[in-house]
């Protein structure tokens, strides 16, 4: 299997979490400078990881000519298959729309640059949707950029945005996929066309049910794999050849399952 969008260097022993439960690739998320380097440095480290190198929305504060600059010469790193992860978030803080705008607009220029996919965050405060809204807004003047909407959160409008963007949007589906209270996410992990759709963790966040409420390991993908494949009526092996060729497809990645 294939993790494709964790945060490797959150995690204490990061080299113990590489293969669990048969991964065979990863993707670690470098959200920030910072990360950015410690994502390549764990890349270059293990072959069967990769990174991305980018800045998070939570985090457009930092965002600078300087930043901008040290992230597009990472971004040319062999190890780098793709951008993020960027987009707008307004669950923790919404005065910093603009710095976020600003931010994420200039990560999908540097992907449309580099030919890689931008990995897309986009979370609301509870009943609302203007950061769903907002990238909506943004990806209009980009219809052919490759972009991975993160950990999905079933929003009926950015669903069929995406749909309709056609072979350019994939859908990653995370832990919270498996939790009762998720009827919209469920929703979409049955509605996104079988070679769209792509499998993560974000770990250490997120946790899949029956490990809910413990730091999460990219291993677990599998208990998603799992609840996705029954709730399309499909064989978990099925589930697992169709994301991990997605995978490879977006993020570009070797074909190691032969």
């Known amino acids: 299997m294939i993790d494709t969008h964790t945060h490797l260097d959150y995690l204490d022993d990061p080299a113990s979490a590489r293969g669990e439960l048969g991964l065979t690739a990863l993707v670690c998320i470098g959200a920030s400078p910072e990360h950015a380097r410690n994502a ?16 998070h929305p939570t985090d457009a504060a930092q965002d600078s000519p300087e930043a901008r600059a040290e992230l597009e010469a990472l971004s040319t790193h062999p190890r780098v298959v793709g951008i993020g992860e960027s987009g707008l978030d307004d669950y923790w803080d919404d005065t910093q729309r ?38 909506m807004d943004v990806l209009r003047a980009w219809p052919g950029v490759p972009v991975i909407l993160h950990c999905f959160s079933g929003h009926a409008g950015l669903l069929r945005f995406g749909l309709d963007r056609g072979e350019h949007t994939y ?19 049955r509605e996104v066309p079988l070679s769209r759709l792509l499998l993560e963790t974000d770990a250490p966040f997120l946790a899949p049910v029956p490990k809910r409420g413990k730091p999460n390991r990219p291993g677990y993908v599998r208990y998603t794999l799992e609840f996705i494949a029954a709730l399309r ?13 997605n995978a490879r497809r977006v993020y570009n990645l070797p074909d190691t399952s032969a």
């Open 233 to 245: 009526g499909l064989d978990p092996a099925e589930l697992e050849r169709a994301t991990d060729a």
């Open 40 to 55: 390549i440095a764990l890349a270059e480290q293990f072959p069967d990881v990769y990174a991305t190198v980018g800045l």
């Open 171 to 189: 859908f990653g589906f995370a832990g919270n996929t498996t939790y009762k209270n998720a009827p919209e996410i469920h929703a979409a992990a």
């Open 98 to 135: 603009t710095a976020q705008r600003a931010a994420f607009e200039w990560q999908l220029d540097l992907a449309a640059r580099t030919g890689k996919p931008l990995v897309i965050h986009t979370r609301d405060k509870a009943g609302q949707d203007r950061a769903q809204q907002g990238v």
